[in-house]
């Protein structure tokens, strides 16, 4: 079953029973409203007034669903992650503790690779050349010691919204970064999460090293997952405009929250987007554990 995700803008009191979402209302008029927490995959805390129980959390926390909490500007800023991915999980920390750098590169280049067709793929499909991106893509090399990464992410960025506006991308850029910045984080909270079901560490990456980032890992495996975040944010440029994107509405939210349900496509299957990163996160885990040398990541 596909697992739910649920924002909340507005105040509210959320508590659990029964196995049960419970979500009251300040408004003594509303009705309370309940959700099964077995079905729901990743929260959304948006309003500073909302009000959570700790058994709550404890309880969304061991059916294994990724807490998001929001700034005052309505960004994610803060992710709640459960502590046990399995029995196995002992196990599978060292595996990927203890992993070579060979192995790490060969993970990176496998990594890249798919990252940039993905990009080509979202390039193509809005009618840009992309004999490049492809030529890249299949020259990776270990590690990417030439940073192809970094010479797809110019052209591509060059690119994607060039119908639109000069776009420049960075976190506090112009529009539309805000619905990048807002939709990678919706996309990371799911990777982190499937991580730590894949009884993996979010924190150790294969490539991303930085002392003050706790999801590291999940920041590498998203790579080839971002595309599909561009193509959703491109299709709301193409459907509102540019000057109807400065604010993120409610509206343009509830747009994003689909992400978990993109249909991914893989060489054997196609499954929604939250199901396909379990996927990679599971032949991450092989990987380490030595079964096997390849990620399995979707195509575009």
Known sequence: MIKRTLLFSNPAYLSHKNKQLTISFPEKDKEILTVPIEDIGVLILENHQITISHGCIATLLENKVAIIS???SHMPTGLVLPLDGGSTQTE????????????????????????????ARVLEEIGVQVVNMKRWSKSVRSGDPDNYEGRAAVYYWGNIFSSFTDFSRGRAGDPPNNLLNYGYAILRAI??????????????????????NAYCLADDIMEPYRPYVDQMVYEILNERGLDNVNVLTTDIKKMLLQIPLLDVQFED????????????????????????????????
């Open 70 to 72: 929001c700034d005052q």
């Open 92 to 119: 599978r920390f060292r595996f990927q503790i203890e992993a070579s750098l060979p192995l790490k590169k060969q993970l990176w280049m496998q990594t890249v690779q798919q990252k940039i067709y993905n990009q």
């Open 191 to 212: 990777v982190a999460r499937a991580l730590v079901s894949s009884g993996l560490l979010p924190t150790l990456g294969i490539f991303h090293r930085n002392k003050y």
């Open 269 to 300: 299957n196609t499954s929604p987007l939250l199901v396909g990163v379990s996927r990679t996160t599971a032949s991450l885990a092989r990987c380490f554990e030595g079964i096997s040398r390849k990620i399995v990541y979707p195509e575009i």
